[in-house]
């Protein structure tokens, strides 16, 4: 049964790290959530090592700096990973076979940023490359404005690397947008071939517990799918945030019923433990 907590330091000291989620957790992509520095400075302060494990197609220093601008130093983190850093890594050592690639970017100029120190090329026309490198989508943008390079894709049989598995991520007010996860599984169902990376995919988990050299890692997520299945799976304890991803439904239903619903849709455990936000 799920445990509500009123203050994640009540079960810190029974964790040897704490890794956390980005966005829906720290941040709403534009600011910090309301005492999450404060939370975090504190929890450092009485000897707790955080991670950040975030389902980023960008590498992991641009995540470490745009959250260094929102206010949390790097000093309180012993490891930053992002999906996208997993990826750009298995190109660099050779498991990805294919050097040119078809960018699905959030931003114009993502993927060249996120290609550097890579040999290979970004190609502007589907027909010229070897797979499809989708690492973000612009806000807004919805998986029927991208069905024209999915048919593309697939009449080529190009295999499509997603460096962000998340279905839908939290903005600003409350907003949420569309997340490259939702364009993978439109091209999964429809025969492609889809690698992913990130969250809730066990590789990446086992990576960054290997890197912390932690014994006992405690996950705090706002995504049931991503975050607390794939902590669970790996053998982690779980905090899902209610404030994050689902917090329209928090607050409008109580609570044990709207997590039973999310639980029983995702098909999934119910996490470890329930916080409205990080405190």
């Known amino acids: 049964m799920t445990q509500i907590l009123d203050n994640i330091s009540a079960i810190a000291s029974n ?29 450092v302060a009485h000897g707790v090592r955080l991670a950040v494990l975030s389902n980023s197609g960008k590498r992991s220093a641009p995540n470490s700096a745009r959250i260094a601008e929102m206010g949390f130093a790097p000093s309180l983190f012993a490891a930053v990973m992002t999906s996208g850093e997993a ?26 940023r996120w290609a550097r120190g890579l040999d290979i090329g970004l ?25 024209g390079v999915l048919d593309q894709a697939f009449a080529a049989r190009l295999p499509l690397f997603c460096s962000n598995p998340d279905i839908s991520s939290p903005r600003a007010g409350g907003q949420l947008v569309t997340s490259p996860g939702a364009l993978a599984h439109a091209y999964r169902l429809r025969g492609g071939k889809v690698v ?62 709207i997590l039973t619903r999310l639980v029983a849709e995702k098909g999934c455990k119910p996490p470890t433990f329930s916080i409205e936000r990080l405190k």
């Open 196 to 257: 992913f990376y990130g969250k809730p995919h066990r590789p990446i988990f086992d990576g960054l517990k290997a890197e912390l050299n932690a014994e006992r890692p405690l996950m705090v997520g706002d995504s049931i799918e991503h975050d607390i299945a794939g902590g669970h799976a790996a053998g982690w304890d779980t905090v899902l945030v209610q404030g994050g991803l689902y917090a329209a439904d928090f607050n409008n239903e109580p609570h044990d019923l």
């Open 87 to 112: 990826l750009w890594r298995d190109i660099a050592n050779g498991t990805i076979v294919q050097q040119r690639f078809f960018p699905i970017e959030r931003t114009v100029g993502d993927a060249a």
């Open 123 to 147: 190609e502007d026309k589907v027909n010229t490359a070897q797979a499809i490198l989708l690492m973000g989508l612009p806000d807004g943008h919805s998986v029927d404005q991208w069905q």
């Open 15 to 43: 964790y040897d790290a704490i890794v956390l989620d980005q966005w829906g957790v720290l941040h709403d992509g534009s600011s910090p959530y309301s005492g999450a520095v404060d939370c975090l400075e504190k929890l």
